[in-house]
């Protein structure tokens, strides 16, 4: 009768635990946290670095600046940034010391110049598209414009479609804290997902 009681849990629980059919189930189940993040971005002006910041720290996660060789400070420079934008000029950033391909999750941060992506953050994208993992996130600021215009555009670039994305523009109000926490907070749950 033991013996058949021993079969019988055998059976029921250490069988389908060795079965190749669980192991989806076990990556789908793997917790944020213990996935390889990076976060990388972009930041003229501080917004991004600061979200950027925020995501790196609630996601335990590692976090690299895109550096632009141009100074882009000042109101000139703004225009001038506006205007490599819309000619499409690639910028020139400096080298990067976190591989992507190192990552389970890499998480793009950019500002938003003239409806896409700041040329700095294309330019990363351009030159590191091969070395990025499957999985890619993705989060925009801006004044007005919404995340989603630019998501197509990177995913162009890329040639992958994001697991997640969101942004926050200031107009909307977006960057106080109460809604910048609740707007973080609902894209790292996301990524739980
Ligand atoms: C060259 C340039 C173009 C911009 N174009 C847009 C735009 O098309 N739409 C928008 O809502 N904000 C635009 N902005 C505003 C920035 O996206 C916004 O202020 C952003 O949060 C700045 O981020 P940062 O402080 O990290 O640089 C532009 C800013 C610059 C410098």
């Known amino acids: 009768m033991k013996v058949w009681l021993l079969f019988l849990f055998l059976c029921c629980f250490c069988v389908p635990a060795f079965s190749s059919k669980t192991q989806p189930l076990i ?37 690299e600046e895109i550096i632009d060789k141009k100074d882009r400070s000042g109101l000139f420079k703004f225009l001038e940034s506006s ?17 992507p391909k190192d990552y389970d999750l890499v998480i793009i941060g950019t500002p938003v ?16 598209k091969d070395k990025l993992p499957e999985n890619i996130a993705f989060f925009a600021t801006s004044r007005v414009t919404e995340a989603k215009i630019v998501v197509k555009k990177a995913e162009m670039i890329i040639g992958k479609s994001f697991v997640s994305f969101t ?16 707007i973080i907070q609902e894209f790292i749950n996301t990524l739980k997902k």
Request: net charge positive.
């Open 83 to 99: 205007e490599d934008t819309r000619s499409g000029k690639i910028a020139e950033i400096a080298e990067m010391k976190k591989n």
């Open 27 to 63: 990556k789908r189940v793997r917790p944020v946290q213990s996935l390889k993040i990076l976060v990388v971005f972009y930041s003229r002006t501080g917004t991004t670095r600061n979200i950027a910041r925020e995501i790196a720290i609630k996601l335990g996660s590692d976090i």
């Open 113 to 128: 110049w003239d409806e896409t992506l700041s040329t700095p953050v294309r330019a990363y994208l351009l030159k590191h």
């Open 167 to 182: 942004g926050f523009s200031s107009f909307s109000g977006d960057l106080s804290k109460e809604r910048k926490e609740v």
